[in-house]
T-cell receptor
């Protein structure tokens, strides 16, 4: 089972770039890396997913080194509304019943003016 | 994407009673999941529910305590049985969206 490890909390300021790193030393060959964002009183929301190298979408970038034992979520020019908990998740694509879906402890990101 | 609703959004219950949480999806999905999120904690998968088959429970969760129904491809229920204060949590359902999961807003349960 690919357990993930993330920093418990991070602080930054508006307009800065924030990088959150997740360790997943036991990642399996068919596992994908997915990041979610969760606001209070809401369910997690998908941010980005990748398998290797770099993935970019309209809200974030995901950097995955060749050994895939870690990944870094990059949020460009954060705003106050990016204050949330960010979860790194490693699981097999398709979330088959045989795969274990394990959320990490999450990183509580606080953005200040 | 899928839009998911849950009922109730929150409830306060007495110990020893049971609560059934409903999860409705706006499209047909094969796999649905139920999670528990205790205050200030991460999400823990309770079970996977496929339509037409028995739910698959994760270690530490049993059917007698958390019976699940999956009568069709858009609906599921989770019952929290014989509740104790330790069951106070947020319960979330999610669906398999292919490359990701889509989550409902959660049901906030307080057991007194």
């Amino acid at each position: 089972l690919a357990k993930t490890t993330q920093p418990i909390s991070m602080d930054s300021y508006e307009g800065q770039e924030v990088n959150i790193t997740c360790s997943h030393n036991n990642i399996a060959t068919n596992d994908y890396i997915t990041w979610y964002q969760q606001f209070p009183s809401q369910g997690p929301r998908f941010i980005i997913q990748g398998y290797k190298t770099k993935v970019t979408n309209e809200v974030a970038s995901l950097f995955i080194p060749a050994d895939r034992k870690s990944s870094t979520l990059s949020l460009p020019r954060v705003s106050l509304s990016d204050t949330a908990v960010y979860y790194c998740l490693v699981a097999s694509a398709g979330y088959s019943s045989a795969s274990k879906i394990i959320f990490g402890s999450g990183t509580r990101l606080s953005i200040r003016p | 994407s899928a839009v998911i609703s849950q009922k109730p959004s929150r409830d306060i219950c007495q110990r020893g009673t049971s609560l059934t949480i409903q999860c409705q999806v706006d499209s047909q999905v094969t796999m649905m999941f139920w999670y528990r999120q205790q205050p200030g904690q991460s999400l823990t998968l309770i079970a996977t529910a496929n339509q037409g088959s028995e739910a698959t429970y994760e270690s530490g969760f049993v059917i007698d305590k958390f019976p699940i129904s999956r009568p069709n491809l858009t609906f599921s229920t989770l019952t929290v049985s014989n509740m104790s204060p330790e069951d106070s949590s947020i319960y979330l359902c999610s669906v398999d969206g292919g490359e990701t999961q889509y989550f409902g807003p959660g049901t906030r349960l307080l057991v007194l």
